[in-house]
């Protein structure tokens, strides 16, 4: 993830951070659904790096947008069965969790340093709050 979170991103393309945040999300539905073990640090790379910096913050919420879009939403194309299996490996191993309370503190120190990255992780979270339990994001 440190490419697309290090000062040479700035200057790349809008599309060019969303096909690597699709590239992302895809590798989580193929892998990580199945085994979450073999894409293990798919979750921990990432918040690592939004805690890390407004760039990272971006890359987050552009990675989690590409993961509702392209896996998790029903009007995606992708069966039932392995958005599902990519929700339940993303609960077992506490990545809801953790991506939620990343999440929400990007949003506001992004926020309170006037990033547009702050909005966008706050549509991030919307998407997540959306299927995940709420008892599991209660106490993040």
């Not at 539905?29 to 939004?50: N, V």
């Not at 590409?66 to 069965?81: N, Q, R, W």
Request: proline residues 3%; contains cysteine.
């Amino acid at each position: 993830m440190e490419w697309v979170t290090g000062e040479a991103i700035s200057s790349v393309p809008a599309y060019v951070r969303n096909k690597a945040a699709q590239l992302w999300a895809a590798a989580v539905g193929e892998w990580y659904g199945r085994k979450p073990s073999a894409f293990a640090e798919a979750f921990p790379a990432l918040l690592r790096a939004a805690g890390a910096s407004e760039r990272g913050a971006d890359m987050l919420a552009r990675c989690l947008v590409s993961l509702d879009e392209d896996i998790i939403s029903h009007e995606t194309g992708v069966s039932e069965a392995r958005a599902g299996a990519v929700k339940d490996a993303m609960r077992a191993s506490g990545a809801v969790v953790d991506v939620f309370g990343v999440s929400l503190r990007c949003a506001a120190s992004c926020s309170a340093a006037g990033s547009p990255a702050g909005g966008a992780c706050l549509d991030a979270l919307a998407r997540l709050v959306a299927w995940a339990d709420i008892g599991l994001l209660a106490n993040a």
